[in-house]
């Protein structure tokens, strides 16, 4: 895809994100590979009023290259590049279930979304959560190194989720089905819930490569 239709797609995903109520303000971010480098939505932008020529242009090591300043949360975006050579893109939002579950002090560490459908097993898998830092610090990325190779999302304590995927649409799609997840996890607490078994999961990710 070209740089200009790349453009245009981060523009459209992040209005229709924003629009939806996933994420609020000046939070969230999104970063794509392209040819030659990456974009990624700039510093304190909303991403319901993006505009396709001020979005930050990086180099392939990631120095701005022009644009507006880009997100400060790129060590984040980095840590899936580096570490997961298919990722095409990454998004971060600050979605409300999702961030609910990264603020439950019970939350399962190693796996914050039950598998209660088929859809966030082939679309997301596990979901682990990483011990909080500081939005922007380049702390987090020995701890998304350790897991990124085996884990396309991950839940950021306190903060929210963050996807990767092959392509912009594709981790947009994840990080929906996500958030969907998480709502279901959260009203159902207390219920007797079925989840899908380990013969069923493995049936699927026998079937689907779709992270």
């Known amino acids: 895809?070209?740089?200009?239709?790349?453009?245009?797609?981060?523009v459209r995903w992040g209005k229709s994100l924003f629009d939806r109520g996933l994420t609020a303000g000046s939070s969230g971010?999104?970063?794509v590979?392209?040819?030659e480098g990456y974009l990624a939505t700039p510093t304190n932008s909303c991403l319901g009023f993006l505009d396709p020529e001020r979005?930050?242009?990086l180099d392939s090591d990631g120095?701005?290259?022009?644009?507006?300043?880009?997100?400060?949360e790129l060590p984040l975006h980095f840590s899936f590049y580096e570490k997961r050579p298919q990722t095409g893109a990454v998004v971060h939002l600050h979605s409300t279930y999702a961030t609910a579950l990264s603020c439950l002090a019970d939350t399962?560490?190693?796996?914050?979304?039950?598998?209660?459908?088929?859809?966030?097993?082939?679309?997301?898998?596990k979901v682990p959560v990483v011990p909080y830092t500081r939005p922007g610090s380049t702390d987090v990325k020995p701890l998304i190194a350790e897991i990124a190779a085996e884990h396309s999302a991950v839940l950021l304590e306190n903060h929210g989720p963050i996807v990767s995927a092959a392509?912009?649409?594709?981790?947009v799609f994840a990080i929906e089905e996500l958030e969907e997840a998480a709502k279901l996890s959260i009203i159902t607490r207390g219920m007797k819930v079925r989840q899908l078994n380990e013969e069923q999961i493995a049936d699927l990710n026998l079937h689907f490569k779709l992270r």
């Open 1 to 10: 895809m070209s740089e200009t239709l790349l453009r245009e797609a981060i």
């Open 29 to 31: 971010n999104i970063s």
């Open 33 to 35: 590979r392209t040819a």
């Open 55 to 57: 979005l930050s242009k």
């Open 63 to 72: 120095r701005h290259l022009s644009g507006d300043a880009p997100t400060k």
């Open 108 to 125: 399962d560490p190693k796996d914050a979304i039950p598998p209660l459908t088929p859809y966030v097993v082939m679309r997301v898998g």
């Open 167 to 171: 392509t912009l649409d594709s981790a």
